[in-house]
């Protein structure tokens, strides 16, 4: 099993930054881990992925603001999101993909933009 869970989540200014943290069981092998986010009133959207070779892909919404990083043991995922907008107002999901393809979801941490 792997279990995402994701910390972190809270008020943030606009303008300010915040950093996610999404783990996931030790000793775990996964490949893909990626970012994605749910905002009041829209479908779930990827935010940022990150490869098991630390190759990166990101939403034009988010490029030169977000960054998105895993520990060398690939296990642990941050999302680091500097310059918030409103528009980053959502609750965000960490995904964890194993080898074969099995996906795995955490349950998500809400982070509303506001002033």
């Known amino acids: 099993q792997v279990h995402p869970t994701e910390h972190g989540g809270g008020l943030a200014q606009p303008g300010g930054s915040l950093t996610l943290t999404c783990t996931t069981e030790?000793?775990?092998?996964?490949?893909?881990m990626s970012w994605y986010r749910r905002a009041p009133g829209r479908q779930r959207e990827l935010v940022a992925r990150?490869?098991?070779?630390?190759?990166?892909t990101y939403a034009d919404s988010v490029k030169g603001r977000f960054t998105v990083s895993r520990d060398n043991a690939g296990n642990t995922m941050w999302l680091l999101m500097n310059n918030l907008k409103p528009d980053d107002t959502a609750v965000y999901y960490c995904?964890?993909?194993?080898?074969?393809?099995?996906?795995?979801w955490g349950q998500g941490t809400q982070v509303p933009v506001s002033s």
């Open positions: 030790i000793f775990a092998r996964i490949d893909d």
């Open positions: 990150i490869g098991k070779g630390g190759e990166t």
């Open positions: 995904k964890a993909q194993k080898p074969g393809g099995v996906l795995f």
